[in-house]
Every structure is written in C-alpha cells, then in structure tokens.
C-alpha cells in the first residue's frame, strides 16, 4: 500500500509559510547548530478522514486543557494556546535548551466540508483530538427542468 503522504498534492502556500519560519527561526537562533535557540514551536498535526468524520489531531504535550483555544470558520480550524514554563525558583545553568515554551497557533486548511456545529474536541494523553461531522453532498441525480424565458 503506498504511503498517502507522498501522493497528496503539494500546497506550495503551505511550504513558502514553512520555509518562511524556518529560515526566521535560523537566523534569530545563531544558526542551525545553536544549542540555545530561539524557539518558534509549531505543534505538529494529523488531518484524517473516517466514514463520516474529517478529524484533526494535534501534538500538546505539557500544555494545559484550559490553555487551549479552538475556532472553526468555514473550511479552517484554528488552534492556539500556550506552553507554560514550569518555574522552580532554583537557579539553572542548562547546558541545552532545545524545549519551546510560549504561545502557538496553527491555522488548518479542512480538506472536506465539514458541520462546525458537530465539533467535538477531547484532550488525552498530550494529544488534542477534534472531530468534526463531514456535510454530504446530495448526489443523486435530478431531473432539471429547462423553462422559457
């Protein structure tokens, strides 16, 4: 069974977006190789279709629930939140921070018509799983009347 991440289109908006924020992170970082770089964190996401939900799933880990923001409009779903520094109040010497922390939004393209109204949203385990009812299309067929004008 071949891979369907190779044989999906390429949304080159998606890829200059990311291409972007990639070289701004290098150059605010010091470089690829900093090991204290700055950190412009993106949770990464999953977005599948079942019989007759369209759901995104969405990698959080540490980030509380009530931290969390979800907006669906149209054919996007938005979420946005923040990771918080857990502060000890001893002193720190790190020798790596490789870790963001701080606010994020990503801004998802839904492949399908969905029913916002049908959203269901559940947070397990570091992973935020929305669900969203698909909208079927009536495809029966349908006689059209052509009239005169």
Known sequence: ME???RTRPVNLEEVHR???QFLSHISRSGGA???FSACLWEPPIDVYETEDDLVVLC???GIDRD???LIAEGQTLTIRGE???AETG???RYHRMEICFGGFERVIDLPADVDAASARAAYRDGFLHVAFRKVRADRS???IIVTEE
């Open 90 to 92: 001893s002193k720190r």
């Open 67 to 69: 931290r969390v923001e």
């Open 18 to 20: 990311k291409m972007e």
């Open 83 to 85: 990771r918080r520094r």
């Open 33 to 35: 190789g900093s090991r």
């Open 141 to 143: 067929p349908r006689t």
């Open 59 to 61: 990698e959080l880990p």
């Open 3 to 5: 891979d369907e991440r």
